[in-house]
Each structure stands twice: as structure tokens, then as C-alpha cells.
């Protein structure tokens, strides 16, 4: 089946410590994004991409850090600089590229990340 | 500035209870409005998405219908299977990267 594949489930990171959480899609998607989740709060967007080697800054980028090496594939890293990391990050992705109409997001299961 | 704003925060029935979420939205222009429901712990999953004023979709239990400035998502005779978190999300037309905008949600509990 296609769908959207995020590792681990639960991450713990300790101070200073750079992590890196994976996303993973079999759906053949052009854009994929990465959003932060925290009680109370809609979904921030932090990174996304629609094409290959190339991906934006969203509305939260500092501390954070992705690549986009192939189609399927949409790392993210949290690095030492991202001061209060602790939130469910969820990956997605869409059809939609350009100006065109968003047919709609699939997200992944999420990563739920603890600083200890 | 584009927003979302979901009422109410949250929401306690009883089964068979029926009521509306409200979601309001201020965009430049509208491209399209989603509805997810996301369960603890898991990722949102897609419900219906909207794209003109005076359009409505269906889907069991769930109504949702859109205006110029509002989505309201009905759910008619609640079952507890129906308790989640409900969100609600714009794409705008001036956006060319397709990127969504989420409001922060309605929890939604359905007690037996």
C-alpha cells in the first residue's frame, strides 16, 4: 500500500545532541512538508520542498535543517540550535505543485520527540 | 495576514447528540479549505476538502459546508468512535507552493 512512512515513533535527545528524523513516501509526490505540533497549537510548518535539491523555509526554520537527495525521501534534523525542541513532528505530502489547486496533504504516523 | 480560527476549542457530547465546529478564515483569496480528524498520538487523516462558497460534502456522520468567510463541520448523532481532535486548514490563492494553513483544532469528546 502508498503512504508515508516517518521513524522512529519516539525520540529522545539529549542536550546538544543533533537528531535526525526520517520521511519516507511511496505515493510518487512532488511536494513534501514538514510540520511541528505542540498542545493547544495548530501545525507550524518548518521546511517543505516540491522538487528535488530544492525545499523553503516555512514559518518556524531556526534550529532545523533538511535535505531532498531524492523524490521519496524528505530528512529532518533538529539540530543543538533549536532551543525548545520537545513536540510531535508530522511529515506530509501532496500532489499539488505550483500554483495549481492542493488536491490535499497524506501525513505520516508522526515522531514524537523528548529532550532529556 | 492569513488566519484560521476553530470553535469551539473543545467539546464534550453524549452519543447522539448532534452539534457544529466552526472554522473562520481570513485569506486573500481562497483556494481551497480541508477538514482532517487526527486520533492521539497519530497523524491527521484527510476528511473532505471545499472549494467554493455554498459547496457541501458528506461523509457518515460528517457535514461540512462553506461560506465566503466560515466552514462548519456538522456531526449529526454522535458515536464515542467519533471522538478526535478535528482540524481545519486553508490553502490560499496568492500561495503558489501549496502550502496549508491550520487552525489549532476542536477536540471533540463522545461519551456513551
Known amino acids: 500500500d502508498g503512504g508515508i512512512t516517518q521513524s522512529p515513533k519516539y525520540l529522545f535527545r539529549k542536550e546538544g545532541q543533533n537528531v535526525t528524523l526520517s520521511c519516507e513516501q511511496n505515493?510518487?509526490?512532488?511536494?513534501m512538508y514538514w510540520y511541528r505540533q505542540d498542545p493547544g497549537q495548530g501545525l507550524r510548518l518548518i521546511y517543505y520542498s516540491q522538487i528535488v535539491n530544492d525545499f523553503q523555509k516555512g514559518d518556524i526554520a531556526e534550529g532545523y535543517s533538511v535535505s531532498r537527495e531524492k523524490k521519496e525521501s524528505f530528512p529532518l534534523t533538529v539540530t543543538s540550535a533549536q532551543k525548545n525542541p520537545t513536540a510531535f513532528y508530522l511529515c506530509?505530502?501532496?500532489?499539488?505543485?505550483?500554483?495549481?489547486?492542493?488536491?490535499?496533504?497524506?501525513f505520516g504516523s508522526g515522531t514524537r520527540l523528548t529532550v532529556v | 495576514e492569513d488566519q484560521v480560527t476553530q470553535s469551539p476549542e473543545a467539546l464534550r457530547l453524549q452519543e447522539g447528540e448532534s452539534s457544529s465546529l466552526n472554522c473562520s478564515y481570513t485569506v486573500s483569496g481562497l483556494r481551497g479549505l480541508f477538514w482532517y480528524r487526527q486520533d492521539p498520538g497519530k497523524g491527521p487523516e484527510f476528511l473532505f476538502t471545499l472549494y467554493s462558497a455554498g459547496e457541501e460534502k458528506e461523509k457518515e456522520r460528517l457535514k461540512a459546508t462553506l461560506t465566503k468567510k466560515e466552514s462548519f463541520l456538522h456531526i449529526t448523532a454522535p458515536k464515542p468512535e467519533d471522538s478526535a481532535t478535528y482540524l481545519c486548514?486553508?490553502?490560499?490563492?496568492?500561495?503558489?507552493?501549496?502550502?496549508?494553513?491550520f487552525g489549532a483544532g476542536t477536540q471533540v469528546v463522545v461519551t456513551p
Open positions: 505515493l510518487n509526490h512532488d511536494a
Open positions: 486548514a486553508v490553502q490560499a490563492t496568492g500561495d503558489s507552493w501549496g502550502k496549508l494553513q
Open positions: 506530509a505530502s501532496s500532489t499539488q505543485t505550483g500554483g495549481r489547486r492542493n488536491y490535499g496533504y497524506t
